[in-house]
């Protein structure tokens, strides 16, 4: 049984929802570092997800760096050793259907081009070529700079990959300021920047 459109929307919502809940203890908390690897974020913030009455009342869990196990994989000694993995998982299971939604995590900085490149080639594409499931969105987490400048440094680079029908423009969102999207030959990928230089 497929879900239908609406339920899957109404899904993704709850996941973007449930991030930037998440996003916004973690700013008022103040339990980080701005030198802590990306992982050490995303643990923080899988945690209060799953912490969250919201999470508890929709039924939804939330698993960090899971491993992407698709029917195309050569399934050979070592195989999982070279599977994929993706920074957030969300599942529910409704009506004896299991859905998921995903989330890619990169750091960024303004003036850190490696970092930029990095969050377009180890994350954008990896949802745009398919590696990774096309149910998902980016999150980038900013440790210096500010966010419009590090978007146009994104964009900057896009366009020198003559990539200019991919930038990330800013898009009207409820649940976040800081909300992107970028179009793609077969998706449209969605774009949270949680700006943690706020201390």
Known sequence: MQLSS???KAFEQNCLELIVNAYNVAITEKKYQLDWNENDF????GNYVNKSQFSLNKSIICKTECKLLSETNNLDKGYADRLPRIDF?????WNKYMYC???EAKRLKE???NLKREYIKEGMDRFITGKYPPDGCMLGYLLEGTVKETINGIN???????????LLKHTSNKTFPFYYESNHSKLCLKHLIFDFTIL
């Open 101 to 103: 939604y995903y989330m």
């Open 42 to 45: 995303s643990e923080l913030l």
């Open 89 to 93: 998982v969300y599942s529910k299971t």
């Open 156 to 166: 900057s680079l896009l366009e020198k990959y003559k990539r200019n029908g991919e």
């Open 111 to 113: 003036k850190d081009s």
């Open 6 to 8: 609406s339920y899957k």
